[in-house]
């Protein structure tokens, strides 16, 4: 649905000064329609410049970008401006703000009616279509309020109801819920997941919360200075040894009880949850197993357990036990003591 | 002079200075917001980015503001003459004082439009709208109490520049001042002028005020007044909950 293939996105501070920053370098993005896409990453790494990208509020320095099957970056024209054709496609393409940019001069269903009125409806049809869409997101009875009446929660709402009104394929959103408390967030997080399924609605999202991911994506991103660096759906993810992705999304705690001690971090998905494996390793190895720490959780609607767990011995003394874990078909990272990070088993 | 005599001068001078000030407001208005929206559009980073217009049109209001008015009429003449056939009469004066508004009208456009957020113009970028779409919707609607505010300056500011046309002949209570007040020492007509002035500019002042802080108490981003905020806080989070049905 959305496609962007070698995006970059050279900043430069004055047309004559040399100073330049390189926000995007060469981002391959693919996102399947009627998936939820989360984008995650530093501050800094180049997120809302992707996002940006995808709709040309920024003008990428190189690639193209191809939503719902047409190249925007060949409707983008020369100029700063953009031409009829790319105002055409953007109406098609609905986005939400982290700080909302609601009109205050406006009621809260005007705000709704004004992407129907820059589509040139008319005024009747204007108003059935917004206050259907209040109603969608639950804020039927606002719609004579002004934005400067709501709570945040409330005004994201408006802003999504907004975003729909021009029939979107495409919802992009950046940060829409990090001005929000916990608790709001997670409805609004809710509220963009129902649109999805229900509307078959394809939303990219930038967040800097793993939660968010958590909660709704199906597939995700991590990008780091400009590049994606991993990508994939949740579940690939969570199923990739060493993934950077999946142990910040799914992070277990513990340190090794001292050296000369084996310490692995073991995944537990599917048929593979419900297995004693902990118990049949101990009792045929007759070792001594420590549980350093442990988690189940729900990840992109997966039911999902990581155990850290630490074995006697060094590595080379464990090899045939971590064989055994590995024929259960459970997912195992080995931590290495020298090297904080994750080793990736290939690796070894 | 009774004040049966002084009274249909007085409303003579009061109608004078009406017209001069209207026209001259309407003609500085209808002007100084195309070039004072302009002034921000063709800035750097503007939608219609454009250094050279930006630098002529800022040169140009910078010239006018900055000239005084009653150098400005003087220098305006023949100008004044060609526009409506004579250089004196509260007439005559309209175009000295709707010049001189105008460049003072666009600066403060300038400044009240600059402080529209831009996530808003980018909203509705994002939207498909074009730059006269946002203009209109936007920009102009978003600035408005402060445009109102810009306006009453602007009032207050054309009615102190029509005491000096009076002064030059154009009619209107300047005149009335220093030809009655002035040249004849009576001081009672000249402290009348000066009530009837301070009247017309508080009430001005008051009205632009009032329009203003109505327009941005329903908009104002810092959130409800009072009263709604007491309300909200016996329903917290009222539409948080709601789901999609
Ligand atoms: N308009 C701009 N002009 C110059 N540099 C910019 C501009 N916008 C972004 N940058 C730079 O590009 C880089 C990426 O910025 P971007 O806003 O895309 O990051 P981000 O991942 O969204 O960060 P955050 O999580 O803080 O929003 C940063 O180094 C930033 O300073
Ligand atoms: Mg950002």
Redesign the interface.
């Given at each position: 649905m959305i496609t962007t293939s070698g995006l970059t996105k050279i900043y430069r501070a004055h047309r004559s000064s040399g100073r330049e920053v390189t926000a995007l370098d060469g981002v391959d993005l693919h996102v399947r329609e009627g998936e939820v896409y989360g984008v995650i990453g530093q501050s800094g790494a180049g997120k809302s410049s992707l996002i940006r990208c995808v709709?040309l509020?920024e003008r990428p320095t190189a690639g193209t970008v191809t939503v719902a099957g047409r190249d925007l970056t060949a409707l983008a024209g020369r100029g700063?401006?953009?031409g009829r054709e790319l105002?055409?496609?953007?109406?098609r393409?609905g986005?939400v703000?982290q700080?909302f940019?609601?009109?205050?001069?406006?009621t809260v269903q005007d705000n709704v009616e004004?992407?129907l009125?820059?589509?040139g409806k008319s005024g009747k049809e204007r108003s059935r279509k917004a206050l259907e869409l209040l109603?969608?997101?639950?804020?039927a009875?606002?719609a004579k309020s002004?934005?400067?009446?709501?709570?945040g929660?409330?005004k994201q709402?408006v802003g999504i109801a907004?975003a729909l009104?021009?029939d979107p394929k495409v919802l992009?959103s950046d940060e829409a819920t990090s001005a929000l408390d916990p608790?709001?967030t997670r409805?609004i997080l809710?509220?963009l997941r129902?649109?999805n399924r229900?509307l078959g609605l394809t939303v990219l999202l930038i967040t800097h919360e793993m939660d968010v991911v958590k909660q709704i994506c199906d597939s995700a991103a991590l990008m780091d200075r400009g590049r994606i660096v991993e990508s994939g759906t949740v579940s690939d993810l969570l199923a990739t040894p060493g993934s950077e992705l999946a142990s910040a999304l799914f992070p277990v705690g513990g340190e090794a009880s001292g050296d000369d001690r084996t310490v692995l971090d073991v995944t537990f998905h599917g048929d593979s949850a419900t297995q004693p494996v902990i118990s049949q390793l101990s009792r045929t190895y007759n070792i001594d197993i420590s549980i350093l720490g442990a988690a189940i959780d729900t990840v992109g609607g997966l039911q999902v357990g990581r155990m850290r767990i630490e074995l006697p011995g060094r590595y080379e003394d464990n090899v045939v036990p971590i064989g055994f874990l590995r024929e259960q078909g459970l997912q195992l990272d080995v931590l290495d003591r020298e090297q904080p990070v994750l080793v990736k088993e290939a690796a070894k | 002079m009774t004040w049966s005599q002084m009274q249909p001068l007085l409303e003579q001078a009061c109608i004078e200075t009406l017209i001069m000030v209207g026209w001259s407001t309407l003609i500085a208005v209808a002007g100084g917001l195309p070039l004072g929206i302009l002034l921000v559009l063709t800035d750097r980073h503007g939608l219609l980015q454009n250094t050279v217009v930006n630098k002529v049109i800022g040169q140009i209001v910078n010239v006018g503001r900055s000239m005084p008015f009653i150098i400005l009429m003087v220098a305006l003449t023949s100008f004044t003459r060609w526009v409506t056939g004579t250089s004196i009469g509260s007439e005559a004066a309209i175009v000295p004082l709707a010049i001189s508004g105008i460049p003072f009208f666009a600066r403060l456009v300038e400044t009240a439009v600059r402080e529209v957020d831009h996530g808003l113009v980018e909203a509705v970028q994002a939207m498909g709208g074009n730059t006269w779409t946002i203009v209109r919707k936007v920009l102009v609607p978003e600035a408005l109490p402060s445009l109102i505010a810009s306006t009453t300056t602007t009032v207050i500011a054309l009615i102190g520049y029509s005491a000096m046309a009076g002064a030059v002949g154009g009619g209107g209570l300047g005149d009335f001042a220093v030809r009655y007040g002035y040249q004849r020492f009576d001081s009672e007509l000249m402290w009348i002028t000066v009530a009837i002035l301070a009247v017309v500019i508080s009430l001005i002042q008051f009205a632009g005020d009032f329009a203003a802080r109505a327009l941005h108490r329903r908009g104002a981003r810092s959130g409800p007044g009072p009263t709604l905020r007491f309300l909200k806080a016996k329903d917290p989070a009222a539409g948080d909950v709601g789901k999609v049905a």
């Open positions: 709709n509020l700063p401006r953009a105002r055409q496609a953007r109406s393409i986005m703000f700080h940019n609601l009109l205050s001069s406006r004004l992407p009125e820059i589509l109603d969608l997101v639950g804020l009875d606002k002004y934005p400067a009446q709501l709570s929660g409330q709402r907004r009104a021009g992009l608790e709001t409805s809710q509220l129902d649109l229900q | -």
